[in-house]
């Protein structure tokens, strides 16, 4: 069973910076892809930022192309996202899932769920 642990959400006014980390462990053969999802209350999960580990193609929604960056560190088994301007709609809490279906399964155009999730992280951006 995959294990995911995120950390560095934190409070940040608007237009700061913060990176969520995500540290897993288990055997590598099970990260085909990480996903960063977050979740405001009444709202659907949202799928933000996903990085296959086979050749490092990434996806952005549109609300943060341009904003959010996703990379990892396989040998630490670690994944990145840095988020910058960040705008009170940003507030959520995040997480990061794994998933071994591909990249256009799990992110492009969504059919299935990814199958670990960590605990989440909450992010919150002041005005």
């Known amino acids: 069973q995959v294990q995911l642990v995120e950390s560095g959400g934190g409070l940040v006014q608007s237009g700061g910076s913060l990176r969520l980390s995500c540290e897993g462990s288990g055997s590598s053969l099970d990260y085909s892809v990480i996903g960063w999802l977050r979740q405001v209350p009444g709202k659907e999960r949202e799928r933000i930022s996903c990085i296959s580990n086979s050749d490092d193609s990434t996806t952005y929604a549109d609300s943060v192309k341009g904003r959010f960056t996703i990379s990892r560190d396989m040998d630490k088994k670690t994944w990145f996202l840095e988020m910058s301007n960040l705008k009170p709609e940003d507030t959520a809490v995040y997480y990061c899932?794994?998933?071994?279906?591909?990249?256009?399964?799990?992110?492009?155009?969504?059919?299935?769920?990814?199958?670990?999730w960590g605990q989440g992280t909450q992010v919150t951006v002041s005005s």
């Open positions: 899932a794994a998933g071994l279906q591909s990249l256009y399964r799990l992110c492009i155009k969504p059919s299935v769920d990814f199958t670990s």
